[in-house]
């Protein structure tokens, strides 16, 4: 295991990991290399605060080069990106510089046209600002005053916070002009800041990957076209751009499988995942994972004032086994996070009903 990694090693056995299951999915990763699935993969597993298993299998890069996989290679978060940008505004709401129930024309102005001036930051965040389809073109990565402009110009789908629709790129877009609006920097700079560095993360995830480190990154291989270029890995996209080193930030093995694909598993709500550094939110290293958990749980649809019962019905599938089920928040719960003191060090989470420490 590598000496640096962010939690003190220990053995499998000793943390309640039976031998024969680890075997099996060192097995299944190993032939499903063999089998061309996919070139390459990376795990990591943790439990009580130490990290018991951490293996680099196959290859990062296969066209034009055959680059190994190490431990310091970078891996494309894909949506799992969302979170840490919502973090970033969520650090900005415990500091006191905006509030849930902020209009997004309080911030941008320019926003208010097509219709969208009543819409809030709550809205965008729970996925029911009624603008899923919209994007920015690739023009926008180089220049954010193009890509405040054409995120402004979204048209509504349909009436805000009438209907409950993930917004694959179009909330976090938003989300991320505001950030910018509001601090007067870059979007990645601020979530380097307020989010990654605060826990020793700067050096481990990228939003923006540097020229100097995408001889780290890892390329993404699909039947569809994937773009490897360094433009996009520069871009840092606030939808899915984040570049991760290390198995324990990686989309492709959240459920202990080598599987493809991106976004949130089941076993993110239940209180363990293999996607943390640490197995418990109980540990200090594993804060920061806590925060993220409800932070990605309010961006992925789980809060739905409008659809509580469908929200109900998937939460309720998620429960840990005798949590009793949460109820739909009120607008007085979720005001309350936006307007108490920027020194206070909780934060109401309005996925869960329940206070979570704060990140800030």
Excluded at 11 to 16: R, Y
Excluded at 141 to 168: I, K, N
Excluded at 224 to 247: H, L, V, W, Y
Aim: positive net charge; hydrophobic residues 35%; glycine residues 10%.
């Amino acid at each position: 295991m590598p000496d640096d990694y962010p939690l003190p090693s220990g053995d499998p056995a000793s943390l309640g990991f039976a031998a024969t299951p680890l075997q099996h999915l060192d097995r299944l990763i190993r032939q499903h290399i063999e089998e061309g699935r996919h070139p390459g993969a990376q795990i990591a597993l943790a439990r009580h605060g130490k990290l018991a298993l951490f293996r680099s299998y196959g290859n990062a890069k296969t066209e034009h080069e055959t680059v190994p996989t190490t431990g310091q290679t970078l891996f494309l978060l894909f949506s799992q990106t969302k979170m840490l940008t919502s973090c970033a505004v969520w650090t900005l709401i415990e500091e006191g510089k905006l509030s849930f129930m902020d209009r997004i024309a309080d911030h941008l102005p320019e926003f208010a046209q097509r219709g969208k001036g009543e819409i809030t930051l709550h809205q965008v965040m729970t996925h029911q600002g009624g603008f899923p389809s919209g994007d920015v073109t690739r023009a926008t990565w180089t220049d954010h005053a193009r890509m405040r402009a054409e995120v402004c110009d979204f048209s509504l789908d349909w009436t805000p916070g009438s209907r409950l629709q993930y917004h694959p790129r179009a909330a976090h877009l938003t989300q991320a002009m505001v950030i910018e609006a509001v601090t007067g920097q870059d979007y990645r700079e601020v979530i380097r800041e307020k989010v990654l560095a605060p826990f020793g993360l700067a050096g481990e995830i990228f939003v923006g990957v540097p020229a100097k480190e995408q001889g780290r990154c890892a390329d993404t291989y699909a039947a569809e076209p994937r773009d490897n270029s360094a433009e996009f890995k520069a871009a840092g996209m606030p939808s899915g751009g984040a570049m991760p080193r290390r198995a324990g930030w990686r989309p492709s093995i959240r459920c202990c499988s080598a599987a493809g694909g991106s976004g949130m598993c089941g076993c993110c709500r239940r209180g363990w995942s293999p996607m943390s550094r640490a197995a418990t939110p109980e540990t200090a290293a594993t804060m920061q994972w806590a925060a993220f958990r409800c932070i990605a749980a309010s961006a992925r649809m789980s809060v739905a004032t409008a659809t509580a019962s469908a929200a109900s019905a998937r939460s309720a599938r998620r429960r840990p086994s005798g949590m009793a089920a949460p109820g739909p928040p009120t607008p007085g719960r979720t005001r309350r996070a936006a307007c108490r003191s920027p020194t206070s060090r909780t934060s109401w989470c309005p996925t869960r009903g329940i206070r979570r420490g704060s990140i800030g």
